[in-house]
């Protein structure tokens, strides 16, 4: 599995870094990718936060929302794959700025 980072470039909505993508590179889901992780400047800015991709839907007007990526019996899956993205994304931005400063060296 691969995690491909796309940097929110707009920066709407506010505090919003990036969404990423989970590539999968063998096994039965080979060629298939998961969508929907966002990654987040945490309000308190201290820190960064992932959402998991969910499903939003209404009871009685009221918006709720379910995750579409739960754990069966271990909750702390999830915590690897949170670490996983937070550490995808921190690559994404060490390689982008050094890509950054030697374009601006070379300028």
Same mark, same amino acid.
């Given at each position: 599995?691969?995690? %491909?980072? =796309?940097?929110?470039? %707009?920066?709407?909505?506010?505090?919003?870094?990036? #969404?990423?993508?989970?590539?999968?590179?063998? !096994?039965?889901?080979?060629?298939?990718?998961?969508? !929907?992780?966002?990654?987040?400047? *945490? %309000?308190?800015?201290?820190? *960064?936060?992932?959402?998991?991709?969910?499903?939003?839907?209404?009871?009685?007007?009221?918006?709720?929302?379910?995750? =579409?990526?739960?754990?069966?019996? #271990?909750?702390?899956?999830? +915590?690897?794959? *949170? +670490?996983?993205?937070?550490?995808?994304?921190?690559?994404?931005?060490? +390689?982008?700025?050094?890509?950054?400063?030697?374009?601006?060296?070379?300028?």
């Amino acid at each position: 599995m691969t995690i %491909k980072i =796309l940097l929110n470039e %707009k920066g709407n909505p506010v505090g919003k870094l990036a #969404d990423a993508e989970l590539h999968f590179t063998s !096994g039965a889901l080979e060629g298939l990718k998961l969508i !929907g992780f966002g990654i987040w400047e *945490r %309000k308190s800015g201290n820190g *960064r936060n992932v959402t998991f991709p969910a499903r939003q839907y209404s009871v009685n007007g009221e918006r709720r929302s379910f995750s =579409l990526l739960r754990p069966i019996v #271990d909750s702390t899956g999830q +915590d690897r794959i *949170r +670490d996983l993205v937070l550490e995808a994304y921190a690559a994404y931005e060490a +390689d982008h700025a050094e890509t950054g400063a030697a374009e601006a060296a070379s300028a």
